[in-house]
């Protein structure tokens, strides 16, 4: 049974409910959160100290020890916390949309669809990351238009329906992105492929930045669909019958969604099961009614810094791209949560 109780606070004509276990709950997910990526930062090829970070701060520390934590360790772990944040935020509205915990974007086809226009513009059309980028958040916004009206029964979308069409729409663009890296010159197929892999190898501040804008984005609206997304969870017809256009919300929050997926993936790769973890695991942390996309996101950032850092420190003998981490680790919690059920 889930808690509702709360304070309810009233400023004029507006009141929020704060729910102390969740205020609680997020303000630890977000000390972990800092705790990784300064752990991040001290952690590398060079070891550093809280001195060496001190030093940083304060302009004291020697031009390359700069270089390193202001122009590549900083801007990876923050676009490592931003994407994760996306990812988060996504999985859970696309968990509520559906009605089922496979809901996530990588599960039902549309990182798969931003991943292929991804693939497209490198292997086809050419270009920088800002291309890339825009061509990931058109894949994503195209399949999940698929999706939607495939869907759509009766004027309905949702429910197992959604879930079902957007594994098989998945499928198809995973295997036109796989026919375009097949027919891609070696040198554009190699550049497809360690895109693919998922990787926050060689991120920069524009890697952040642009990940750091569309969080901003998408952030205010999915959280202002919340209260829409909770009571549609009851039913649509509940939903409808307290003045929800349900159809409207549910159109909206699906596009938004995407574009906080496809922004991820157009910023670091496909990376698979942080989306569908985060909500997961944010859950059983606050057991409250609604949406839970503010925790989610923290989740999803916590998620995704530590794999990074657990991806960076592993002595495998290269450079073990991110995707793989989240791959392996998402696969061995998903049979976890599949045995304590079956």
Same mark, same amino acid.
């Given at each position: 049974m889930t808690a509702i109780s709360g304070r309810i606070v009233r400023v004029g004509d507006f009141s929020i409910r704060i729910r102390p276990r969740l205020v609680t709950v997020s303000l630890i997910a977000a000390a972990v959160l800092v705790v990784v990526i300064v752990a991040s930062l001290m952690i590398g090829t060079m070891r550093l100290g809280p001195g060496d970070l001190v030093s940083v701060v304060t302009g004291e520390a020697k031009p390359s020890l700069t270089r390193s934590v202001l122009g590549r360790r900083l801007p990876r772990a923050l676009t490592a916390a931003a994407v994760g944040a996306l990812l988060g935020m996504s999985g859970a509205v696309f968990q509520s949309l559906s009605r089922n915990p496979l809901g996530s974007p990588d599960i039902i086809g549309f990182t798969s669809g931003a991943a292929t226009g991804?693939?497209?513009?490198?292997? +086809?059309?050419?270009?920088?990351? #800002?291309?890339?980028?825009?061509?990931?958040i058109v894949g994503g916004i195209?399949?999940?238009?698929a999706v939607y009206f495939l869907a759509r029964r009766d004027g309905v979308t949702g429910g197992l329906r959604l879930v079902l069409v957007g594994i098989g729409v998945g499928a198809v663009v995973s295997a036109f992105s796989s026919l375009l890296i097949a027919r891609a010159d070696i040198d554009d197929a190699m550049? *497809?492929?360690l895109w693919g892999a998922g990787s926050l190898l060689g991120r920069g501040w &524009?890697?952040?930045?642009?990940?750091v804008a569309a969080l901003a984005l998408v952030t205010p609206v999915l959280l202002g669909f919340g209260r829409s997304l909770a009571l549609m969870e009851m039913g649509d017809e509940s $939903?409808?019958?307290?003045?929800?256009?349900?159809?409207?919300?549910?159109?909206?929050?699906?596009?938004?969604?995407?574009?906080?997926?496809?922004? *991820? +993936? $157009?910023?670091?790769?496909?990376?698979?099961?942080?989306?569908?973890?985060a909500a997961h695991i944010a859950r059983p942390l606050a057991p409250v009614p609604g949406v839970l996309v503010?925790?989610?996101?923290?989740?999803?950032?916590? #998620?995704?810094?530590?794999a990074d850092l657990l991806a960076q420190?592993?002595?495998?003998g290269m450079r073990t791209p991110?995707? &793989?981490?989240?791959? #392996? &680790?998402g696969g061995i919690y998903l049979l976890w949560l599949l045995a304590r059920r079956i």
């Open positions: 991804a693939v497209f513009q490198i292997v +086809v059309v050419g270009g920088g990351m #800002l291309a890339t980028a825009a061509a990931a195209v399949t999940a238009l550049v *497809a492929q &524009l890697h952040a930045g642009i990940a $939903a409808h019958s307290v003045g929800v256009r349900v159809e409207r919300v549910r159109f909206a929050s699906l596009v938004v969604g995407v574009v906080a997926a496809a922004a *991820a +993936v $157009a910023v670091a790769g496909p990376i698979a099961f942080i989306a569908f973890a503010g925790l989610s996101a923290l989740v999803g950032a916590v #998620l995704l810094t530590g420190n592993l002595d495998v991110v995707g &793989l981490v989240t791959s #392996l &680790l």
